[in-house]
């Protein structure tokens, strides 16, 4: 069983940035796969980063080059870094863990980039 709270959310202007971090509890982290999605009004759930155990990262193109995350396994946390930010990255942001056919999600947090 894992535990993950989000923060770092808020009201960004576009072009400004942002740094995400998603507190995991409750068992060995280091052994999830960590993926960072978002989800707008009215449209599905996406991913937008992933980081394996192993520390490989990979993105959508969407968001390749702006956006950049890492795991800190002695913290139990992983972040995502989001720069160059967007009106369209206004989203409400989840960290989720995933090994084998378990995953688990967090409560998500707001992301507005707006002017």
């Known amino acids: 069983q894992v535990q993950l709270v989000e923060s770092g959310g808020g009201l960004v202007q576009p072009g400004g940035s942002l740094r995400l971090s998603c507190a995991a509890s409750?068992?060995?982290?280091?052994?999830?796969?960590m993926r960072w999605y978002r989800q707008a009004p009215g449209k599905q759930r996406d991913v937008v980063a992933t980081?394996?155990?192993?520390?490989?990262?990979s993105y959508p193109d969407s968001v390749k080059g702006r956006f950049t995350v890492s795991r800190d396994n002695a913290k139990n946390t992983v972040y995502l870094q989001m720069n160059s930010l967007k009106p369209e990255d206004t989203a409400v942001y989840y960290c989720?863990?995933?090994?084998?056919?378990?995953?688990?999600w967090g409560q998500g947090t707001q992301v507005t980039v707006s002017s």
């Open positions: 989720a863990a995933f090994q084998g056919f378990q995953a688990y």
């Open positions: 409750g068992s060995i982290f280091s052994i999830y796969t």
């Open positions: 980081i394996t155990s192993g520390g490989t990262a």
